[in-house]
């Protein structure tokens, strides 16, 4: 059974520094790109970051490009998301999620599998 476990959520200050963690169980993580995605209340799903399947290729979303990172340990089936610099806009909850194909690209419609997400709060 595929299963995707994020973990590593929290309430943080402005300009802290908090890593995510997404553990995959039941499938091969290094066949697939993985990406993170966000949902703050009342907004649509975004699609934060992606990385190909051997991690050399990496995408983010304009608004946290130079202060998040995604990495992945296919040996670990786990997948992280280090967010420095945190802002209050980042507060939402943040889902891991593995992609149709090796590569990134597509839409949302393209992630086959999801976690449960887990909640980032960024407040002073």
């Known amino acids: 059974q595929v299963q995707l476990v994020d973990s590593g959520g929290g309430l943080v200050q402005p300009g802290g520094s908090l890593r995510i963690s997404c553990v995959a169980n039941?499938?091969?993580?290094?066949?697939?790109?993985m990406g993170w995605f966000r949902q703050a209340p009342g907004k649509e799903r975004e699609g934060v970051s992606c990385?190909?399947?051997?991690?050399?290729?990496?995408y983010y979303l304009d608004s946290v490009k130079g202060r998040f990172t995604i990495s992945r340990d296919n040996d670990k089936s786990m997948v992280y998301l280090q967010m420095n610099s945190l802002k209050p806009e980042d507060t939402a909850r943040y889902y891991c999620?593995?992609?149709?194909?090796?590569?990134?690209?597509?839409?949302?419609?393209?992630?086959?599998?999801w976690g449960h997400g887990t909640q980032v709060t960024v407040s002073s």
């Open positions: 999620a593995s992609h149709r194909y090796h590569y990134c690209s597509g839409t949302r419609n393209d992630y086959d599998y």
């Open positions: 039941g499938f091969t993580l290094a066949r697939y790109a």
């Open positions: 990385i190909s399947s051997s991690g050399e290729s990496t």
